[in-house]
């Protein structure tokens, strides 16, 4: 294969990795986050094996590596998060979050070894082409379903486009609208369907401002701001008489006080939710005092979180104020305080640091008039944008934004000229080309493996809730071997199982399960199977976890109340029932009614037994 043919396969990629977006699949549980990780695996694999055979079967061909400084700090960071991952106690390398960084690690590879720069018009055009037509599609499906003519795909918000939350939409639209706006300022020469461009930033502008999402409001805002300074070179003669050095500095000043300045003035828009915030990233700091060098460990936060938050509660039960914010958040919010909890801050500096590399210098090569390329400039303020988002939410943890930002940060690496290694490795080539054939059909078969899990696992759901119990669990027991690192198959028959009376077999699911989630559901089914299996005092820990997890859930403590009265704590009874109807109900539900309700029974009836002792 000519390497102007392996150019345009690239763009092909990188636009059908894009549009991984618009994948949904009823056929598993999670019809959108898997579908689109799964699609995501497939596309990856197939690219590699095509282009591990076409290596193979072309003539020997000198081929320079060569490392720029962005590259190297890459590279560190990958492998310090593969290392960290390997060795981090109770996580699978199985799991989908490491196999899901591996294929990103690919990505931008693949990404670095092509050239789909401005240089070749159809290659860009191709590129940009994807990428509008998935905006567009997009931003329709937003439309039709904030103005009721389609469904959303989350009951709970009126507007999700292919997502399962306005946020994630929001945010996704934000990262990739400058590749549409830097093809309208810098593509020109490409020609370029200008109508077809215009159509579909409008369409991106128009769902961001529906979504509601804060953040991707002020994303958005960078993106542009950023656009606009290297169109009209704005800082440049601002700071026309300032050392290169002084000028990034001040620069990054300005873009400072813009991103605190619009999230203080967002603040008040939704000031629960940023409170619930606030909340989250105050004990998400004190994680990372505990264990500032190297974190708790890859894919961690959420069950170390919760542990924190826990413990948090049970030494301060009267903060009410907080009380009502909590919930089981599987994000800080954050990507950058979620990596320093994760991998320490030896993982955060190599993570900023590759984008300090990208931004520090504009260094370009004299030969190639590339500081103004649409592809690269596109790519720098999707980055923006995204590393904007990541300050108030968390794109890296969604795998379509995930993939926006590692396209973007290969592209952008492009424009750093500060080569630190270069070697040829055309004898290397045939045998790197076998080891990727070799590669991508294992992982075609674990992906193929997967995907018959996953559906099976929708099967046994949807078998279960008719009443066809056998059934369900001989699909359970046959794809339980494959899905044993999925926290949430792993809580899901455990849960089923007790249901079932099967008490001992779903206690050895719900133990696994909370190393990975530890989350309030977890131990309250645990105490279920506990108090069912007559062990009373091992149920009274498991509610208790539950409640200080999350204190505004009437639950846990509804089922306290007799657990303490039945091994002879009366007063923690009474003290429990009377905190349950002092509760505030943040949402009416008749199973609240009915708690409130007998624990008031409850209640009554301990006042008549007192009252006839005295008599």
């Not at 290392?83 to 390398?93: I, Q």
């Not at 699911?509 to 190393?515: C, D, F, G, I, V």
Request: proline content about 2%; overall charge positive.
């Amino acid at each position: 294969m000519k390497k102007n043919r392996y150019n345009t396969l690239a763009a092909l990629l990188l636009g059908l990795l894009f549009a991984c977006s618009l994948f949904v699949f009823n056929g598993f549980l999670d019809t959108v986050v898997t579908a689109k990780t799964f699609l995501f695996y497939g596309i990856v694999c197939l690219f590699l094996l095509l282009f591990s055979i076409g290596i193979l079967s072309t003539k020997k061909q000198a081929y320079t590596l060569s490392f720029n400084t962005t590259d190297a700090i890459a590279g560190l960071y990958f492998f310090y998060v593969v290392v960290r991952a390997v060795f981090t106690p109770n996580h699978s390398t199985s799991s989908y979050a490491f196999i899901s960084f591996c294929m990103l690690i690919l990505v931008y590879t693949f990404v670095r070894w092509f050239d789909i720069s401005g240089k070749n018009k159809n290659i860009v055009n191709l590129f940009h082409f994807i990428i509008a037509t998935v905006v567009i599609l997009q931003a329709f499906s937003g439309i039709l379903q904030y103005f009721g003519v389609a469904g959303s795909l989350n009951a709970n918000f009126r507007i999700s486009g292919f997502f399962n939350n306005p946020g994630a939409f929001a945010i996704y639209m934000a990262g990739v609208l400058p590749y549409l706006l830097a093809c309208l300022l810098f593509g020109r020469q490409n020609r370029f369907p200008r109508v077809y461009l215009a159509i579909g930033i409008l369409g991106a502008l128009v769902v961001i401002t529906f979504s509601n999402s804060r953040t991707s409001w002020v994303a958005s805002f960078m993106g542009l701001v950023f656009l606009a300074n290297v169109k009209w070179r704005v800082s440049t003669k601002v700071f026309r008489n300032a050392s290169n050095l002084l000028k990034n500095i001040l620069s990054l000043a300005v873009v400072a006080i813009l991103v605190i300045a619009l999230g203080l003035g967002m603040v008040n828009y939704k000031r629960g939710s940023a409170e619930g915030r606030l909340f989250i990233w105050k004990t998400s700091v004190e994680m990372v005092k505990d264990r500032p060098l190297f974190g708790f460990g890859f894919d961690r936060y959420l069950p170390e979180h919760n542990e924190y938050q826990a413990r948090y509660f049970k030494s301060h039960p009267g903060n009410e104020n907080y009380g009502k914010l909590a919930a089981n958040d599987p994000f800080a919010f954050n990507d950058y305080l979620q990596a320093a909890v994760e991998l320490g801050i030896f993982g955060l500096i190599l993570f900023a640091g590759i984008f300090a590399s990208i931004f520090y210098r504009n260094d370009v090569n004299p030969n190639e008039k590339r500081k103004n390329d649409s592809v690269i400039t596109g790519a720098k303020a999707s980055l923006v944008a995204l590393l904007t988002a990541s300050l108030f939410s968390y794109p890296l943890q969604d795998i379509s934004t995930a993939i926006v930002l590692f396209v973007s940060t290969g592209l952008a690496a492009g424009s750093n000229q500060r080569i630190v290694f270069r070697r040829s490795i055309s004898k290397a080539l045939k045998p790197l080309a076998v080891a990727g054939i070799v590669f991508s059909l294992m992982a075609m078969k674990y992906t193929f493996g997967q995907f018959k899990a996953q559906m099976g696992w929708r099967k046994a759901v949807v078998l279960n809730m008719s009443g066809h119990v056998r059934e369900s669990f001989s699909i359970y027991q046959k794809i339980s071997p494959k899905l044993q690192h999925d926290k949430f198959f792993l809580y899901n028959y455990g849960s089923l199982l007790t249901i079932a009376g099967e008490y001992e077999k779903g206690l050895v699911h719900l133990e696994k399960t909370k190393y990975l989630i530890n989350d309030a559901d977890v131990y309250n089914q645990t105490g279920n199977c506990h108090e069912e299996m007559g062990n009373l005092e091992e149920a009274i820990v498991n509610f208790e976890k539950a409640s200080y997890l999350i204190p505004n859930r009437f639950y846990p403590k509804y089922r306290l109340v007799p657990l303490y009265y039945l091994t002879g704590d009366k007063e923690k009874a009474v003290s429990m029932a009377f905190e349950i109807l002092e509760m505030d109900v943040k949402v009416e539900s008749e199973e609240v009614k009915r708690m409130k309700k007998e624990i008031k029974e409850f209640l009554d009836n301990i006042l008549k037994e007192n009252t006839d002792q005295n008599e």
